[in-house]
């Protein structure tokens, strides 16, 4: 069975930080590109940022220099580093993981970024 499990969220004052882990299992983690979205309240889900199977990386315009995604493949899992965190970064945070004509996701982790 194939489990993504997300953690790490939290409150964040505006200008802080979080890290978020998402955890695979059931899945040859190593084959698989991984990403991570967010949905706001009232909001479609939209991209964040991605890593593939080789390391490469993208982003979302914007999150660029504030976010950084990486993975552990010894681990089985995939962070993302949020730095510089504004109000509106404030939604479910979502992992992803994809190779082929599969693609999974996980439960989602609340991140609220307040004063």
């Known amino acids: 069975q194939v489990q993504l499990v997300e953690s790490g969220g939290g409150l964040v004052q505006p200008g802080g930080s979080l890290r978020l882990s998402c955890a695979a299992s059931g899945i040859i983690f190593s084959i698989y590109n991984m990403g991570w979205y967010r949905q706001a309240p009232g909001k479609q889900r939209e991209f964040v940022a991605r890593?593939?199977?080789?390391?490469?990386?993208d982003s979302a315009n914007s999150v660029k220099g504030r976010f950084t995604i990486s993975r552990d493949n010894a681990k089985n899992t995939v962070y993302l580093q949020m730095n510089s965190l504004k109000p509106e970064d404030t939604a479910v945070y979502y992992c992803?993981?994809?190779?082929?004509?599969?693609?999974?996701w996980g439960q989602g982790t609340q991140v609220t970024v307040s004063s």
């Open positions: 890593i593939t199977n080789g390391g490469s990386t």
């Open positions: 992803h993981a994809i190779t082929g004509p599969y693609n999974y």
